[in-house]
């Protein structure tokens, strides 16, 4: 559970991050679609590598291939940017050419190669990770053209994967401003912690984060770039923990 909550939090941070990239640089075309054939094409090529002769793996094992494809296959040295008309078109291994013998193409240059990282956990958690495995030992491959068939239908750069099931309109919610978060002075936080002292974790907690959630539409940028970072290694250090434990039993 906790090895699922660190991989869903680290999707979503690593999004944040494309999106802060996205906000410098979107002259992409066909990025979206791009990613994902580069994905699920890494992936596969991994897994087919490291699986080769075996019928079955624990699935922690397959899982932490899929986190390495993701974390640090995407590199500058083998993708790159093609640049035509002002547009950017992205290459590489298992990437279509959009623009057969057009523009130019350089490596290096920008910060594609994170957009592709945040992209691959994207795509892994839209599909699941249950799903995924299930695909690949049912043919012993993932087929990254089936896999983007939705994603390629457009040729759009945003950074939210598409949905694989129709979204019904909704009317915009009516929005109630926020209270402004009460301060105890010192001497109200002895009091409280004196209350709270002896009461159930769960409780405490619920009242610690009733304090900090509705602070965090007013903390900057940085600020949540720091909390995220931290709530990550917190859950890397857990799921880590709870991956010994999972081998210690088998």
């Known amino acids: 559970m906790i090895g699922k909550m660190a991989r869903a939090i680290r999707a979503w941070f690593l999004c944040l ?31 087919v590598q490291r699986f080769a002769g ?12 899929i ?4 974390d640090t296959m995407f590199t500058k040295n083998e993708f790159g940017v093609k640049q035509h008309e002002g547009k950017k ?25 994170k957009r592709l990282a945040a992209f691959c956990k994207m795509f892994v958690e839209e599909l699941g990770e249950e799903k995924l495995q299930q695909l690949y030992w049912d043919n012993r491959q993932l087929n990254h053209t089936q896999l983007c068939l939705e994603e390629c239908l457009s ?4 950074t939210g994967a598409q949905s694989r099931s129709p979204r019904k309109p909704r009317p915009a919610p009516r929005q109630k401003p926020l209270p402004a978060p009460k301060l105890d002075s010192p001497k109200e936080k002895n ?15 619920k009242l610690e ?42």
């Not at 075996?54 to 291939?65: A, H, K, N, Q």
């Not at 040729?155 to 945003?158: E, H, K, T």
């Not at 007013?218 to 917190?234: I, N, Y």
Request: proline letters at 4%; hydrophobic letters at 40%.
């Open 17 to 47: 991050c494309a999106l802060s990239v996205q906000a410098q640089d979107d002259d992409f075309e066909w990025f979206r679609c791009d990613a994902c054939s580069a994905s699920f094409f890494k992936i596969n090529r991994t897994l």
């Open 54 to 65: 075996r019928t079955s793996v624990p699935s922690y094992e397959f899982l932490e291939i």
């Open 67 to 70: 986190d390495e494809v993701c």
């Open 89 to 113: 078109y992205l290459f590489g291994p298992g990437i279509k050419d959009h623009i057969p013998g057009l523009g130019f193409g350089q490596m290096g240059m920008g910060d594609y190669d």
């Open 155 to 158: 040729s759009a750069s945003g």
């Open 191 to 205: 009091v409280a912690s004196k209350k709270w002292e002896g009461r159930g974790t769960a409780e405490a907690m």
């Open 209 to 250: 984060l009733g304090q900090v959630l509705p602070l965090l539409p007013q903390l900057k940028t940085s600020d949540l770039h720091r909390l995220g970072t931290a709530v990550l290694d917190e859950l890397t250090k857990r799921a880590r923990s709870a991956q010994k434990a999972e081998r210690a039993e088998l």
